[in-house]
């Protein structure tokens, strides 16, 4: 089994983040791997985004993250970080891929579509956005803003098991879209954070947290 610390639109409030990783690292059973959704920054720079970063390989030292649209773009040089940034790239988490879709829309790179399509291993999302139409992607008036390239990428290809993404606060859920699983762990800015147990049938389970009601 997997044990995956999810978080997602940090928003530079890096002391809410602090607070959040001292929590999960006193849990009895803590996670090995933190997955981060985009939305590090708020607009900020790349110093600040390696500061951020590294605040979180600090605490654990399997980090991997896409960006958002409030972060900087950044080339693979510019980064000070152990941290892996999985924009079109893909990174195994022991039984399972992980491949990242980041920004406001998921750039959906057609080389590493084309190989996760050939490939029998499970898949992993990790993007910004989330699928359309789930509940997820659940903005104000029962509105949908997720991107359809997204859904229909997932529902074409049954090996990707489980989608993290994040971009619409009011929307933190643990949902199914037919067989995968959809994970919006909600912000760190008002102090949300998932933990997930991925077991090696690809079974996810997991709950959606909450710094002020630990």
């Known amino acids: 089994m997997v044990k995956i610390l999810l978080l997602s639109d940090i928003h530079s409030q890096n002391i809410t983040l602090i607070n959040i990783l001292k929590v ?3 849990l009895t059973n803590p996670p090995e791997n933190c997955l981060i959704a985009g939305d590090i920054t708020n607009f900020g720079t790349t110093e600040e985004l390696n500061k951020i970063l590294n605040i979180i390989t600090d605490y654990f030292s399997k980090v991997f993250f896409v960006l958002g649209n409030c972060d900087p773009f950044v080339r693979t040089e510019e980064l000070e970080t152990s941290a892996k940034h999985l924009e079109s ?7 399972f891929k ?9 750039k959906l790179n057609q080389k590493v579509l084309n190989k996760l ?12 956005a989330p699928p359309y139409n789930t509940q997820a992607d659940m903005v104000s008036l029962n509105k949908h803003a997720g991107s359809v390239d997204l859904r229909n990428f997932i529902e074409k290809n049954s090996h990707i098991f489980l989608v993290i993404s994040g ?6 859920t643990l949902t199914k879209l037919n067989n995968c699983t959809i994970v919006n ?28 009601e630990v």
Do not use: M, W
Request: glycine residues 10%; positive net charge.
């Open 167 to 172: 971009h619409i606060h009011d929307s933190p």
């Open 89 to 95: 790239n893909i990174q195994g988490i022991e039984f």
């Open 24 to 26: 999960v690292k006193k």
């Open 98 to 106: 992980v491949v990242g879709f980041g920004t406001h829309k998921p």
């Open 117 to 128: 399509r050939k490939s029998k291993e499970r898949v992993c999302l990790l993007t910004h």
């Open 185 to 212: 762990p909600g912000p760190v800015t008002t102090g949300n954070f998932a933990i997930l147990d991925i077991h090696q049938d690809f079974r996810v389970d997991g709950k959606i947290h909450n710094l002020y």
